[in-house]
């Protein structure tokens, strides 16, 4: 008999989503990470053309960014109209979501599974697009990683894929978000891991790996291998300057701790007001600071290049650095749809060359490296901000191409953590607006690990399903197939799981008579009988156990529509099996 094409894919598919349900599933989940990271790394593509055409268009000279230029009143005016724009368009479209970025993604992948929506993706893309082209005060890697994220959450739903691969996705598209970004594929990689899943396993490291080395081929066909920052060569000195890097740190966690704080009090105040007020307010506020700093506008990357070059003198790089604090608490505080890793790398730049040139002034006998402490600067704050250690000491190495890096990196960047998490009590930037906003964020490790545990990969398949009433005939049959369990019938539905063998065990006790037709009632014989639940194919262990608890269930069946109306059942669940994945 000849197989049809449409049949072969779908037997296919429904092959590979049962193989993805196991947290193992390698192979399949590195090819599928290759592909999330072409895909992912060409809507970054894509969101670079039209934000940079845009501003070549609208700005001055050959720099994108060169709001520096720009007339007093267009300064001002320009962020304003982009704040208005913003939230005219979320009042029309969002449909109440208002919290994007890396924020949103840490959500969905607490409470959703992954899931993002089409809407989320296209208000992240254009609203980022407005925001950053009209001098608001944000970052586009966030704005990267959301977006790369939601093209692979998009793939996973497409394919119907179950829900611990869909996360699994989302950690490939944020690892290619943040390679194509920076030019950091490393620093991609660590990011996804260390902040959005919160897993270090050979099955997350070897398709996010995949994805952001995929990724950042593709943004290096299009838009050239130049790094995103021009890092002068640079060194450290002597071991004499560890006490200075001691210091770098303990102000960079302060001034990061400072910059969560103003962000989380903006926010909190600014939460009452209807959105498209608050991005208005946002836009009159940085039109304000742009107005006395221009420099602030933007992403603020050619002025991170000066600092990193000791072209900045020290009122400068201080007025830069405070405004660019409050120009940034003022944009996200408020909803801009931006992101926070720009701005943390803008002050830490500014804060590393000011320190840097203290210091030379003072000590003169020192020979301190300007860039050097710049670069230190921006790492110590990306980490202390984002509480992400590892992903900063990545793209400082990147960014320098210079092993030598690595030694007072990581002793700036964990005394900045350090700081700002132990002396000051601040949590990463990303929880600070989730908690702002009046969400929470649960990451608690018996939830990671059932997250990455399909439901399909621990069902039990030995199941046979029977009517509340059968003949003796009937049960011998059902039992000589060696069933483990017993779905239960009372109407369409099952509702009751039960052992097979207390079924047997009846049989082998009474004394009915051979060859009478004797009709056995499975709700009244002596039995262990578990009220039952349905739950899909696609779903974790975590949404198992959230099943079973929001509906006193003590065990599931695990469906799946198979045709419009139609519905399989694959396995059953019981609590014993979901216990027995975070127990052993």
């Known amino acids: 008999m000849r197989v049809r094409p449409k049949e072969w894919l779908s037997e296919r598919l429904e092959h590979l989503r ?26 970054i593509v894509l969101f670079r053309f039209a934000v940079e055409g845009s501003q070549l268009a609208l700005l001055p000279g050959s720099n994108p960014e060169n709001y520096e230029m720009l007339p007093w009143l267009l300064r001002l005016l320009l962020p304003i109209a982009g704040g208005v724009a913003i939230g005219l368009i979320f009042l029309r479209w969002a449909n109440g979501t208002y919290i994007l970025g890396v924020p949103r993604l840490l959500e969905r992948m607490a409470y959703h599974q992954g899931y993002i929506t089409l809407r989320d993706f296209i208000l992240q893309f254009v609203g980022a697009a407005i925001a950053i082209v009209s001098g608001h005060s944000v970052g586009r890697e966030g704005p990267h990683a959301f977006l790369g994220a ?75 291998d130049d790094p995103a920052f021009l890092v002068p060569e640079m060194h450290m000195g002597s071991l004499a300057q ?37 991005t208005t307010l946002a836009g009159v506020l940085v039109g304000l600071f742009g107005v006395a700093v221009p420099q602030v506008m933007g992403i603020g990357y050619d002025t991170v290049d000066q600092a990193l070059a ?50 030379r002034l003072v000590v003169p006998e020192l020979e301190v490296d300007i860039g050097f402490y710049a670069l230190l600067g921006m790492g110590a704050t990306m980490g202390a901000s984002l509480q992400a250690p590892l992903a900063a000491l990545a793209a400082m190495m990147e960014l320098t191409y210079s092993p030598q890096i690595i030694m007072p990196g990581m002793l700036v960047i964990v005394v900045a953590g350090l700081t700002a998490s132990e002396l000051y009590g601040k949590e990463s930037i990303f929880i600070t607006v989730l908690k702002a906003n009046g969400m929470d964020y649960n990451a608690n490790p018996v939830m990671q690990l059932l997250r990455r545990i ?70 009244q014989i002596p039995a262990r009988r578990l009220q039952l639940a349905p739950i899909y194919l696609q779903a974790s262990l975590q949404e198992a156990q959230e099943k079973m608890e929001k509906e006193g269930a003590e065990a599931l069946y695990v469906q799946q529509m198979t045709a419009p109306g139609i519905r399989r059942i694959y396995g059953v669940l019981t609590r014993e099996t979901v216990e027995s994945a975070y127990r052993f």
């Open 454 to 523: 399909g439901v399909a990969s621990v069902m039990q398949k030995e199941f046979a399903r029977v009517d509340q009433l059968i003949s003796r005939e009937q049960a011998e049959d059902i039992l000589n197939d060696s069933p483990e369990w017993l779905l239960i019938h009372e109407q369409q539905d099952p509702t009751i799981l039960m052992p097979a063998v207390d079924l047997a065990r009846h049989l082998y006790e009474s004394n009915l008579e051979e060859g009478g037709v004797v009709e056995v009632d499975l709700l």
């Open 242 to 278: 560890v006490p200075l890097l001691m210091l770098l740190g303990v102000l960079a966690g302060s001034f990061s701790a400072l910059f969560n704080h103003l962000l989380e009090r903006v926010a909190e105040r600014g939460k009452g007001l209807p959105f498209w007020w608050r």
């Open 310 to 359: 000791g072209e900045i003198g020290v009122w400068l790089l201080l007025a830069m650095m405070l405004f660019k604090i409050m120009a940034t608490a003022a944009s996200i505080g408020m909803g801009v749809p931006g992101g926070t890793i720009g701005p943390a790398l803008f002050i830490g730049a500014t804060l590393g060359s000011l320190f840097g040139l203290l210091v």
């Open 150 to 224: 939601g093209a692979g959450s998009l793939l996973g739903q497409y394919l119907s894929l179950p829900n611990n691969s869909i996360r699994t996705m989302v950690g490939c598209g944020t690892a290619a978000g943040i390679a194509a970004s920076f030019n950091t594929p490393l620093a991609g990689v660590f990011f996804a891991l260390e902040v959005v899943m919160m897993e270090y396993t050979l099955a997350s490291f070897t398709p996010v790996i995949l994805a952001a080395v995929s990724a950042n081929a593709i943004s290096v066909v299009f838009l050239g």
């Open 18 to 43: 049962l193989h993805l349900s196991h947290p193992d599933a390698l192979i399949s989940l590195a090819l599928l990470g290759l592909v999330n990271g072409l895909i992912a790394g060409g809507v």
